[in-house]
């Protein structure tokens, strides 16, 4: 038993340099996939969040919202048009995207934030015009109200952080116009981070890390090494854009990024505070 | 001509002592009813809020939405039970009503208020547990996911306010368990200008104010007369509700009421900054 | 009577975007002439001041004063010569200024402004070596205490501002012996609007604006437009000075400079509130 | 000369407990009389003035003017009638009043700080409203534009002190109407001690201090005995309104009050900072 | 392997509420006994402090050194005397107690946890006046140089803490006339502790804990309960006035004070971050 | 004695200049010697310290302690040998110094300056880790514990003077294992003082200050003048390291440097402020 207590306090001082590390540092978390659709990952997700709060990081949740926003159209009898991944938005999607990804998911994040002993604030790119984007146009095909971000102003995001609050932000932006456009929470997320010169971007995913050729996963890349396995051939389809969201972060001056297995309970805690980190981390 | 531009100062002038008394207090404006759906009316809506804003003021707007979420609810097929003027809220109804008010009305209106000039940003009574509520019961009956506010953190609309930005509040609250509940927006309005200790309350409405018993509109109103009317029967049964709420956030500490018709044009403006009002005020 | 109340709200939003424009900027104001004369025009004079503070910017008046001295002066049975519009001043007559301008023109317009709900502060331009002059020589010629604005120590005047008084300063420096000299008050308002880093210089005049050949006053000028008109002898005497005055604030970093005409009641706030201004700007 | 150069060290040393109890300390210092005419004193004035400042106090200073103003008035052929050593003030008399007080014997003093090496800035009492005052009345018989402080807005003068400069007041205050009235500067100077919650108030006078009925100054005075020198007529006619003064003052709050002889070079240092004083000290 | 990552991540979790409890809260810990012998255990307790430290608690450190006087003393020949556990302290004595603890133990602490990442400032109790005592008198006997606290000034601390810094105290006072004192470590924490308001007092000790009459570690006392076993005798001598000072402690406002098994590694972490503590907490 | 009242007055007054330039500004004062020793001189330093700080400066200690450890040292029965005035310094020595210097002559220090009047708080090089050092090597022969300073982290100094306490700093460093060293004072002074970005180095010695061939004091002496003095051998060998300490705090940033005699009381004043220094002041 005092064995036991012992190897209690060794979780906890192996965690010290790290704390020590990201000490009142931005971390800019995506959230999405299995992690926020299975009850007791959602809960352990939303526990990590408000520890690493109470640890004396500032976090910033960005989350994504696809399956949700995908349920609902089927149930309206609206069926999307993919391209390259990316849904093709007409208006009356955008009203379903916004009414879920504002009015739902959002509120629904907040609360488990709130549930685990934190405080969360829910915000939209359209906020104080956080997120402002140009539509996107892929191969001379435009494929609706989808849009690049272009510009940040993380003045509301700072705004609730510097109160003490923990912000949760849906990607949605707002063009020159004021017209509202979808943007992939990926991408949302690491325009945020280079904006607010966050120490971190994470990335929670499906998968396990970035696996090498033989299918293990490599826990460290660095950018010369990352673009590399997207030239030869190793990353696959679904690895691309996630590894170029690290990539590009790196160069917008986030210190580091992960793409981790959010799969995992506490996935985020483990990856952050632990030597045995969870996932795959790009450094420069 | 030069007449004209004289009668231009004017106005202006004539707007000085109101500005002046008003001067970095906060205005709390609940906004509904048509100044909600007629175009020309949010667009003046907007600049009014803006206005001021500018003019030194810091306004906070608390939104309503039930004809929107009706619309929808009609769509799904779904009719909704009224209890008093009060909507029977399933679970079904409430996450309609979560993405109407939360990702639907109210990004529409920061979105508004960024056109005009201003920066909104958008909250919901759950951000940081704004809105703390319990279950309304009605003549012994349960109506549903309805909540009475009994706590208002104003944290959240404190640390955006300071920052520049102009708040937007949903409706929206949560009980002890975390569960979100739907809050009539006068009663939201009215809760959180006592917790902000606000100068003003404002009520826009689709009636030209409060009439006496020969139908014509009366311009100012003592807590006492106010009682008095509900008493006697001239205040009718529409009108009741929102007398009480003004009453109370009197009571609660709030230095002035309005009941005004939002069907104007640039009613706030008018019944704020110069001395023809265009409603009802409530005083002690 | 609906409309004429419409009318009011347009006058409010057609400030809006100028409000907005000027919240918070430094506006530097020369009073002088016939505004400081005529009661009515005394009385609109402080108004407009105090809106602008009310409305968010920080107004800075710089006075003359003029006739007042000459007409104590003529009391005292002294004739004052001058060289090029400037009063050549001994040292009676400089005790004269100083009387006139620091004792009772400045605490006139103190008084006015508190009368018009502001609350403002008198300073002269020895108070805390705001203004530190040299002696200026005409032509070879020696006219006395006249000193030109060498350098502005903005320091009281901030101190002022910043605590919410409206700074009145009286148009007086001293030289590096401690000697007190008359300065210009165009020139004094210049100088303190480039110190200041003000968003505006406005100087009141008894004329129109700027004129053009045919007599039509011109509502905008660009300083190339500015300087051809002295060149091509469009310009008369009287008004070279004061261009001259406004091009050198343009260059010193103030944003933009006006000649109004100050016979107009609330000329101020028509030329900075309103789509139709009523002189003449300048600007880069 | 060693033995000189220790007698240096000792003088210093001597002031140690002296600074240290005024550190921070606002000393409101009533300047007339003898000290504001021969010029050694007025520089001694000004030098010991600007030393307090530095080692750590915050002087303000509240000066009269009686003499310079009957000068004034005499060259203009204008006798004055006192009614109890005040002088009455028609309208003419407020003007000249205003105009030597606050256009010369103000700037002079700031002038005086300026070359002691201080940052002197002048105020009057109706800068910012700040002696309010109502009309004198002495045994039935309106004096004329003679006021009794009422309120004082110690707000411009902190504006000042608290940006480093040294606030030098002249004694004008304006009644409710903002008529400006005449105020003696002995109860201009007890008022604003009292409203500053300062630590001291010093009267300069042309006598060496409080006399007891043998003629040799008393080194200090409880409020008790400065009570019975009045009543048991020791004290002169001309010396009750100032120990009135002091007592009054200590019963606002002051913490101490010092009549001295301001025909002493340097007699502020002397009484403040060295053990053997040059007046009398009032202390509870 | 996947099982023992998720057993870390629960401990971290286990943390949280304690985390957040303690957050920006101020810990007093008394260092002393074994603790501060063996290396290990002064390795782990240096981690501990650091780690409190950066999870956002303002840990502040109390240390004895009996032990280390003791060894010098006789090294030096001299034997001590002592009365109820206290040393008798001469002169000699004295000088040795502030050599060991100001000159050696307390730079040695500071060393330790500069080596775990934190940063030391070490401080003795006449820095600053921090405290005051007055001499000890032990039934009737004077033992010397050996103090109570009578009164604490914490600026020293704050000033050092707020900074960034993790204080270090040694337990040395200064009675009226400037003599150092001696002063019993746990009674230099807990006097300290009250001052600060700290959330915490910890003593760190060399048993298991306060013992029931069977021997068996007693988890959480109420003061009642805790002044129940002095008076019942089951706490013996050596533990009663441990047991007082943390009675003291929460009479003079600490929220909970713990007296815990220093010869456990990381018995801070332990008692404060996990479910099953070490120790004793005694509450109100 | 009006007359000696007089002189009192021209004493303050001649100080003025000096308390004026050296307003808020840093003062490294390296305390040794004599003045550490007679008991006259330890008051009359505590004094004058205290006075500087009253009179608006930030007084910063370092101290010396050679001859209390050299004294210790002999009692314990060992020897020291020194290389080029240095005492070699092995572990046993090292213990000493720390207990000397940090436990007895740092607090002896804080205590005369608390008895003056002021707060002192003791600090050591290792605090924060203020003094980052790489051991000495003299001519290729390690001399134990002893270090240069590489770096100094000014940042405990720093919060305790902001805090409004005088630091009294002990010259000990540790180097990048922890371990501490024995720093020379000179040089530890020296080294903070450019790290403070101080006004003044002052030099506390127990000679008259550096002295010309002819054996008269220098009172002044450039950069250049003071390296020739070395080169043309006129400064003798215990002179040379103090000049190159102040030369080497001129090349840092600090503005002034004095080597002063520490056997007058009240040297440091007498050198500060008043127009006949007692030393040699170093200037660029």
Redesign the interface.
Known sequence: M?DE?????E???????Y??QF?NKIVVIKYGGNAMEAHDLRE?FA?DI??LK???MRPVVVHGGGPQIGEILKTLGKESEFVEGLRVTDDQTM?VV???????V??EI??LI????G??????G????MFKVERKVLGGRDIGRVGNVRQVNS??V???A????IPVVAP?G?DGD?I?HNINADEAAGALACSLGAEKLVLLTDVEGVLDSGGNRISRLSVAEALALIDDGTADGGMIPKISCCVDALGGGVKGAHIIDGR???AI??EM??D?G?GTLFFH
């Open positions: 005092v207590i012992m190897d209690r306090s979780v906890l001082v192996e965690a010290l340099p704390i020590r000490s352990s526990i408000v520890l109470y640890m004396g009203e916004e009414m879920i990804l504002g009015g739902k959002n509120g907040v609360g709130n549930k685990a002993g405080q969360g604030v829910g915000l939209t359209s906020d104080g015009g003045g509301p700072l705004a609730v510097d109160s003490g609050y949605i707002v004021g509202t995992l309970p506490h805690l483990l505070l632990t045995s969870v």
